[in-house]
């Protein structure tokens, strides 16, 4: 006998509807939490989608302008708010703690650095002796194009670090920088051989790092001195809050930004075929030692130290992830970990103010191992014998000089030939780092973000007896009812 289904009931009926609602608010509430990550994520891909094809309608240099401008303007925008963030976190967070916590903090931060840094760079040398990217007949036929300063030294890159850590002028640190250029002195007598000397220049850029030395020291004074300090720390946290309102207008253009970086760059580079021909080994144990680190080192350091899931943090950072591949700079996305950190993960303030800063201008995890995998393909390709001992040469000598790379696109080529010239590997193969930087420096540039953001997290937990004692932690001017609300309209930047 055939069977039919009851008609639900009135009650049943209003049940469906309401689990309906329900399920509708749930979803609704999901993609609006998770919308720039999504924009971002298909900025990305559809940037890519773009940028191939059109490559074979040979575009004029005028149209990829065009394409790539909305990218620049954004760019713009970030590097606009980087200076103050920078001057006004630095400031405001060091002043909010003791001078006994401040020097612990340094020393914790400060530690992690160095370990991270050494770990990269020994990584890299594994991963380059294991994979032999050398090993392929890759030479050019080019010449030695490399650049003017061929005889720019190890000793000269930190003896420059020096001079900007101890600026002359803090209002020059703002748009120069300290440089040493070698250069080629003619002697007119007969028969005498030409000489070199060091001229000691200014090239434009901001000297990152004479700048958050003066601040440091500026914020850690200006804890010392009590309630007279009381209206300046009040004046730099005020900056920061505003600063901060500026970067979460700037956050939304980040899709159109990145689609217009990428399908620009796609469009404009020339050797995308190089890199998947020929340099493939190269970027390859660049791209494994990348997620190598990400994926299992950072997260086993971050189960260990905090208990905590460790995949929740890394994928609380996609949006700036994403900023920092398209954009090359972990310093583009300076302005967006900031409010990640503070509003949706709810770290510490001060450990963020003091951290992200410092590590974003000399904390170069990627850079460290970009270093050492170079150095070793450059000696497997020219024949150089690499022996242990040049091996822990490398390594030391790569973990040192990776403190005083520059966080813009592509300083570390500049590293690359200083390192070269101390150790005596021919530069013959050089240009061919230049060709496919492009690509390498985005992948090693997540990795110097987000060495940044778990060492937030780890300095953060150890340091978390001494921050309960202190007290005016939690009277920031920034941790207002307000800020407190808008927090809830952060939690965009929350994983998928």
């Known amino acids: 006998?055939?069977?039919?289904?009851?008609?639900?009931?009135?009650?049943?009926?209003?049940?469906?509807?309401?689990?309906?609602?329900?399920?509708?608010?749930?979803?609704?509430?999901?993609?609006?939490?998770?919308?720039?990550?999504?924009?971002?994520?298909?900025?990305?891909?559809?940037?890519?989608?773009?940028?191939?094809?059109?490559?074979?309608?040979?575009?004029?240099?005028?149209?990829?302008?065009?394409?790539?401008?909305?990218?620049?303007?954004?760019?713009?925008?970030?590097?606009?708010l980087i200076l103050p963030l920078v001057i006004s976190s630095l400031i405001s967070g060091t002043a909010s703690l003791n001078a006994k916590l401040n020097g612990k903090i340094a020393l914790r931060t400060f530690t992690c650095f160095f370990l991270t840094s050494c770990f990269n760079s020994l990584l890299g040398?594994?991963?380059?002796?294991?994979?032999?990217?050398?090993?392929?007949?890759?030479?050019?036929?080019?010449?030695?194009?490399?650049?003017?300063?061929?005889?720019?030294?190890?000793?000269?890159?930190?003896?420059?670090?020096?001079?900007?850590v101890i600026s002359d002028n803090i209002f020059q640190a703002t748009f120069q920088q300290a440089h040493t250029d070698i250069v080629e002195k003619i002697n007119y007598t007969i028969g005498a051989a030409n000489k070199t000397e060091r001229n000691l220049n200014y090239k434009l850029g901001v000297n990152n790092i004479g700048i958050v030395f003066f601040c440091i020291t500026f914020g850690g004074i200006l804890g010392t001195i009590g309630s007279k300090g009381n209206g300046v720390k009040e004046f730099f946290s005020t900056i920061f809050d505003v600063v901060m309102k500026m970067v979460r207008g700037v956050i939304w253009m980040t899709p159109v930004g990145l689609f217009s970086i990428i399908a620009g760059k796609l469009l404009s580079v020339a050797d995308v075929l190089l890199v998947i021909t020929q340099l493939g080994w190269f970027v390859a144990t660049i791209i494994v030692g990348v997620y190598l680190y990400q994926l299992v080192i950072l997260q086993l350091i971050y189960l260990i130290i905090l208990r905590k899931n460790p995949f929740k943090y890394y994928f609380s950072f996609m949006p700036s992830t994403i900023t920092a591949f398209a954009a090359a700079s972990a310093a583009a996305a300076l302005p967006l970990n900031f409010d990640i950190l503070d509003y949706k993960l709810k770290l510490?303030?001060?450990?963020?103010?003091?951290?992200?800063?410092?590590?974003c201008n000399i904390n170069m995890d990627g850079t460290a191992m970009f270093l050492s995998v170079s150095t070793i393909f450059m000696g497997q390709m020219s024949g150089f014998p690499l022996n242990i001992g040049t091996l822990v040469t490398i390594w030391l000598t790569c973990t040192i000089i990776s403190f005083s790379s520059a966080s813009i696109p592509s300083a570390a080529l500049v590293l690359v030939q200083m390192i070269l010239n101390s150790i005596g590997i021919s530069q013959l193969n050089l240009p061919l780092l230049f060709a496919v930087d492009w690509l390498v420096d985005r992948f090693r540039t997540t990795n110097n973000m987000l060495g940044d953001c778990y060492t937030v997290a780890i300095v953060n937990q150890l340091s978390r007896n001494e921050l309960k004692d202190e007290e005016n932690l939690q009277e920031l001017p920034y941790k207002t009812e307000e800020n407190d609300m808008k927090s809830s309209e952060n939690e965009m930047y929350s994983p998928v």
């Open 1 to 80: 006998m055939k069977q039919y289904k009851e008609c639900p009931t009135a009650d049943q009926s209003e049940k469906l509807q309401e689990n309906c609602k329900f399920k509708t608010r749930v979803m609704c509430k999901w993609l609006k939490k998770n919308s720039l990550f999504f924009l971002t994520t298909f900025s990305v891909i559809f940037g890519v989608a773009i940028g191939i094809p059109l490559r074979k309608l040979n575009l004029s240099e005028t149209t990829i302008i065009l394409i790539s401008y909305p990218g620049e303007l954004y760019m713009r925008a970030l590097k606009l």
């Open 125 to 164: 040398v594994l991963l380059a002796v294991l994979i032999r990217p050398g090993h392929i007949n890759v030479g050019i036929s080019v010449g030695d194009a490399v650049g003017n300063n061929e005889k720019a030294s190890v000793m000269d890159s930190l003896l420059d670090l020096g001079r900007n």
């Open 348 to 359: 510490n303030p001060a450990i963020t103010r003091f951290v992200m800063p410092i590590g």
